[in-house]
């Protein structure tokens, strides 16, 4: 099971941390990424993190702005996001994967319910 925490809202030029709570199989992952949809778009690719490695990618998009990173021990991986723009208001999603680390849906066997960020003044 994966739980995001952290949304809201957030004016241009901010930063935000999104949070995901890994349990139960979910633990035992070979990696975890974000995914984000906005309104009336298909979900994208935002990034992702190899547990083996600390091995991470990002979209072009997020690349500079946003990093991934975890904390083994309350079995939590973040999604800290800065210099936020208003396209980057979305529903994020966290997704785990058994086998790979890749940037399509269909890659993650895992997903959480999503987190809901907007960026506006």
């Known amino acids: 099971q994966l739980v995001e925490s952290g949304g809201a809202l957030v004016q241009p030029g901010g930063s935000l941390r999104l949070s995901c709570l890994a349990s139960?199989?979910?633990?035992?992952?070979?990696?975890m990424a974000w995914f984000r949809q906005a309104p009336g778009k298909e979900r994208e690719f935002v990034g992702y993190?190899?547990?083996?490695?600390?091995?991470?990618e990002y979209a072009d998009s997020v690349k500079g702005r946003f990093t991934i990173s975890r904390n083994s021990a309350k079995d939590t991986v973040y999604l800290q996001m800065n210099s936020l723009k208003a396209e980057d208001t979305a529903v994020y999603y966290c997704?785990?994967?058994?086998?790979?680390?890749?940037?399509?849906?269909?890659?993650?066997?895992?997903w959480g319910q999503g987190t809901q960020v907007t960026v506006s003044s």
């Open positions: 139960g199989r979910a633990l035992h992952t070979y990696s």
């Open positions: 997704a785990a994967s058994f086998l790979l680390a890749g940037t399509k849906e269909s890659d993650y066997e895992f």
């Open positions: 993190f190899k547990w083996s490695g600390d091995n991470t």
